[in-house]
């Protein structure tokens, strides 16, 4: 891990838009958001990585969890942070993840149940996909001799900790690299085969209404290295997703 936190801690946070109200970057895998009780020894975070290189202020809008790469997207005023936050509490912005995930999944799909959160509440949650390419390959995983995977584009209507982590585990199709919801037996045989140290999640594209333009705005971030080359190692078509 501090390999990892000295690598991130050296780049340059890759700027999708920027404007005098917004700043969305491309976050790499393996990076947190913001500092966390929850990762208390934790040295680098997004946040301060973005304040110093930009050296103004910053506040993340939202978050996705740190093995999750993608679209991450900053205020450089409270007045911003503040307006663009109620569209997230709205539900009016629109959000597309790419995951890889154990199993075929059918051609589109979606799962509503109710999600608990940390002080056991339960709450309405609701995910949408579509499967983009199913693969088989002849490594044996437990019982089974060979192993079949999904990749799909994931559409959370809602913003539910772990939301996509959580309802694809529910549903069997673990996502690959999810140490918390996934499944170990998955996780160590992408490990050892394809050297995966990271979660294949990525946060592809956020949509919204500028607050103060009034345009619609949509960000996308290309892929990371990391999950194009573990997809190209197992035999899937890479070429739409660059």
């Not at 409270?78 to 790419?98: G, H, M, W």
Request: proline share 5%.
């Amino acid at each position: 891990m501090e390999e990892i936190q000295a690598e991130v801690s050296t780049i340059e946070l890759p700027i999708l838009y920027r404007d005098e109200h917004f700043v969305a970057i491309n976050k790499p895998h393996n990076l947190l958001v913001h500092r966390s009780s929850i990762a208390a020894e934790e040295k680098v975070f997004a946040l301060q990585l973005l304040r110093d290189q930009l050296g103004c202020w910053v506040s993340p809008c939202h978050r996705i969890d740190r093995k999750t790469s993608g679209v991450l997207l900053f205020a450089l005023t409270p007045e911003a942070d503040k307006e663009v936050k109620k569209q997230f509490e709205l539900r009016t912005c629109k959000k597309t993840y790419i995951a890889l995930v154990r199993g075929f999944l059918p051609e589109t799909g979606m799962t509503d149940r109710p999600l608990e959160n940390e002080r056991g509440n339960m709450h309405d949650a609701l995910t949408r996909f579509k499967c983009l390419q199913q693969i088989e390959i002849p490594i044996s995983v437990s019982r089974y001799p060979t192993s079949r995977y999904s990749l799909a584009e994931v559409y959370p209507e809602t913003g539910r900790m772990h939301q996509i982590r959580r309802h694809f585990a529910q549903m069997r199709h673990y996502l690959i690299g999810d140490k918390l919801h996934g499944e170990c037996k998955q996780n160590k045989m992408f490990e050892e085969q394809f050297q995966l140290n990271t979660m294949l999640l990525h946060a592809k594209n956020l949509t919204f209404e500028h607050p103060f333009t009034k345009e619609e705005l949509s960000l996308t971030a290309p892929m990371s290295s990391e999950f194009l080359r573990v997809l190209t190692a197992m035999g899937m078509d890479t070429t739409a997703l660059v």
